[in-house]
């Protein structure tokens, strides 16, 4: 059994685990495990009310999240920046565990473009929670040897493997107000420019 495949059990069995992402090392689990969900926010001691981003492994893992993709060009989002570090606000639905929807209702998603995040989805067969590994106020880690020895005790397995995060910006984040229009949640790795460049109107 791979590391991969031992991490994918832990994560089917509402275990939780840190590996890299893209940009930085995530802490994850099942993103729809509302136990597991609790858990992270204790591990982090993160409130609440700040809710968790999510990863997809694959385009179809969205439908397990979402009711409707037909409000914003889906496909240009998978041409230019899918997989990638471009997080979008999507009306979740209405069955999805607490701490990952906001109040109005939208859960963030972005398909990963990291080998290992992905095979992770697609190993344990689930969208997962991907939060920075770090406890909430504290620095999140662009290297395994940054991720703080107390958080390591409290997760069920640590993936230490290449490739390593880029290490940096975080995701940017964006949500559709009209079907090419977006609003700007967080800037981050994707430059407005970038989003810009490719036909999307920035409100």
């Not at 840190?18 to 136990?35: R, V």
């Not at 179809?60 to 009711?67: A, D, G």
């Not at 972005?110 to 920075?132: E, F, K, M, N, Q």
């Not at 620095?139 to 991720?147: A, G, L, N, Q």
Request: aromatic content about 6%; hydrophobic content about 40%; proline content about 6%.
């Amino acid at each position: 059994m791979t590391i991969i495949d031992r991490a994918a059990e832990i994560i089917k069995k509402g275990g939780v685990v840190i590996f890299p992402t893209e940009t930085l090392y995530g802490l994850g689990t099942n993103a729809l495990n509302q136990d597991a969900i609790k858990r992270i926010f204790e591990i982090k001691n993160r409130s609440i009310q700040k809710v968790l981003p999510v990863i997809i492994g694959d385009i179809s893992q969205l439908k397990m999240l979402v009711n409707r993709t037909d409000n914003m060009p889906l496909d240009l989002i998978l041409d230019k920046f899918w997989p990638g570090p471009l997080s979008i606000l999507f009306s979740g639905k209405t069955n999805l565990p607490k701490g990952v929807v906001n109040k109005e209702g939208y859960v963030c998603i972005r398909l990963t473009s990291h080998p290992i995040a992905r095979d992770l989805c697609l190993c344990s067969g689930y969208p997962l929670v991907a939060t920075s590994a770090n406890f909430s106020g504290k620095p999140s880690p662009r290297w395994f040897d940054e991720i703080d020895k107390g958080l390591l005790s409290k997760v069920d397995m640590a993936i230490n493997l290449y490739p390593q995060p880029s290490g940096m910006k975080p995701s940017t984040i964006v949500k559709f107000v009209g079907y090419k229009t977006i609003q700007i949640i967080r800037q981050g790795a994707i430059s407005l420019d970038d989003l810009k460049k490719v036909g999307l109107d920035i409100k």
